[in-house]
């Protein structure tokens, strides 16, 4: 009789609100014998002490041997991380005035931060006079400061904004990730990576010591 193949999915990163971690914690399981998959998924890998600091690294190894533990005649095959970073959080029930206060103090930071480096990047490159220049060589008259290629400066710069970000409102313009949202996941995955390859090296020192 063929040795039953258990394939796990294991996650990248996961969060959980329990000190016990078991293996369906860490992502998907599956196995023809339902029986064999129904008693793997329960199983512990890992228990949060307070040196984890609420954060651990799974790797697929260890999950491997608690499986091999329990199910010495499976076979097992990873097919999604080799390792999966676990991170304890507590939940944490904030007044709403907190909420709203956050969220008035990000939107600030955004609004400002953005205005400033808009202005910054025309006091550079001396916008008012470019316009002016421009103004003057098509019209034949200096400009008065406020003319059309001000307005449509504006408003273009707000469309182009909003179809850069992919958003207007709540709403996107179309089913892609946004910028800001590709270089979250790539700094995510930078962060991920680093956070893996500590753990790795930690765990070396205290095999070689």
């Known amino acids: 009789m063929a040795e039953p193949t258990v394939y796990l999915k294991m996650d990248t ?41 609420g954060r651990c690294v799974i790797s697929a190894l260890k999950v ?7 199910c010495p005649h499976c076979t097992v095959d990873i097919v999604g ?17 907190v909420v709203w206060l956050k969220l008035v103090l990000v939107s600030m930071l955004c609004f400002f931060g953005t205005m400033y480096t ?21 019209m034949g008259e200096p400009g008065s400061g406020f003319t059309v290629l001000e307005a449509a400066y504006s ?17 996107r313009l179309t089913p892609d990730p946004s910028p800001v949202e590709v270089e ?8 991920n990576t680093a956070l893996v390859e500590m753990a790795n090296r930690e765990e070396r020192t ?4």
């Open 118 to 138: 808009i202005m910054a990047y025309h006091n550079d490159i001396n916008i008012t006079q470019l316009f002016d220049q421009i103004y003057e060589m098509v």
């Open 206 to 209: 205290i095999d070689v010591s």
């Open 13 to 53: 990163k996961v969060k959980t609100e329990a000190d016990v971690i078991c293996i369906s914690d860490l992502g998907k399981i599956y196995c023809q014998d339902t029986h064999i998959s129904s008693k793997i998924k329960p199983l512990k890998v890992h228990v949060f002490q307070k040196k984890d600091k």
């Open 64 to 70: 491997t041997e608690v499986i091999y533990g329990c």
């Open 81 to 97: 991380a080799t390792e999966t970073i676990v991170d304890q959080v507590k939940p944490e029930h904030s007044p709403r005035w």
């Open 155 to 171: 408003v273009g710069l707000a469309v182009g904004i909003s179809i850069f970000y992919n958003h207007i409102g709540k709403r």
């Open 184 to 191: 979250m996941r790539v700094y995510g995955d930078d962060i």
